[in-house]
């Protein structure tokens, strides 16, 4: 068995903010480079909701403690934990605020929400999980977007999406119409979708093989790059299919693909399992909000 973290940074569509969210930034907050890449989620409105689900057996969520920072409560498939807090009169950054191991190899739910009063806040800066796979040698693959096993309803999208240059090897799909759709078919264990989020993307759904379609929405900010928009793990083996479809709510906004990665295991004893991840870039709004794997062998 070979043990995998997927980290994924606060700008990731698979962790739903409610309206009462807001994003960190340097303009409001001196210390806001002191966050895992230089952004984070924040909210002071006591009963806000940040929810997130995974496939795995293990989580953590990552946060600041200050001294303007309160309770919260976490709830994991149901399970409340009470009695957390985010306060501390030393600011510190990128602490685990909660986590939990030893959980059944399936699908969890988990939400954070702020219980202080009086204005305190609590903040995400980015969330943790580990899964399995069940064989010792994890192998990763990166798709491109031009790749042939992307297929692309035609003639909604296009290949000259805003500042291309900045997409992971300067190539890129964007769509802005309504219900157009890519399809990826790989076989593999795992994928992950890299696109953008900003204020010109919108509300997209994603299906995979036979199940109905999960809505996400992409809308940010500023507009960050190589950011996580779908991930999937312990499919099993064959050939599988994931769809995304483009659900602008206004005119304009689209939908922007960038890469894939693929990551398959195998029962090889010949060498040992290979770290797998995203291609490492700056923070600030060209930074990725991507998932970085780190294999371990059990």
Do not use: C
Not at 72 to 97: C, E, I, K, P, R
Not at 154 to 179: I, R
Not at 185 to 203: D, R
Not at 210 to 229: D, G, K, R
């Amino acid at each position: 068995m070979s043990s995998v973290s997927f980290l994924v940074d606060d700008k990731s569509p698979l962790i739903h903010y409610d309206s009462t969210w807001a994003p960190g930034n340097s303009g409001d907050d001196p210390l806001a480079d002191q966050y895992f890449r230089g952004t984070f989620q924040t909210s002071n409105v006591t009963s806000s909701v940040a929810t997130f689900s995974f496939n795995g057996t293990a989580f953590w969520i990552y946060g600041a403690k200050r001294s303007n920072h309160g309770t919260y409560t976490v709830m994991v498939d149901g399970a409340s934990f009470a009695g957390n807090t985010g306060q501390s009169n030393v600011n510190l950054f990128q602490q685990v605020l909660f986590n939990q191991s030893g959980l059944t190899q399936g699908s969890h739910t988990v939400s954070i929400t702020n219980t202080a009063t009086g204005n305190l806040y609590v903040d995400i800066d980015m969330v943790v999980w580990q899964t399995e796979f069940s064989g010792i040698q994890l192998v990763t693959e990166m798709v491109d977007d031009a790749d042939a096993r992307f297929e692309y309803q035609q003639p909604a999208w296009n290949t000259n999406p805003t500042s291309v240059n900045l997409f992971n090897n300067g190539t890129g799909h964007s769509t802005s119409v309504s219900d157009a759709s890519v399809t990826l078919t790989f076989t593999a264990e795992s994928v992950s979708i890299f696109g953008t989020v900003g204020p010109g993307n919108g509300l997209y759904t994603v299906s995979l093989d036979s199940q109905q379609p999960t809505q996400y929405n992409a809308t940010a900010y500023l507009t960050f790059y190589e950011v996580m928009l779908y991930h999937a793990d312990n499919l099993g083996s064959g050939q599988h299919k994931v769809t995304l479809v483009n659900l602008p709510e206004t005119n304009g906004q689209t939908l922007n693909i960038d890469y894939a990665l693929l990551t398959s295991s195998s029962n090889s004893s010949s060498s040992s399992s290979s770290p797998s991840g995203s291609p490492s870039s700056s923070g600030g709004s060209s930074g990725t909000s991507s998932i970085n794997a780190v294999s371990t062998s059990t």
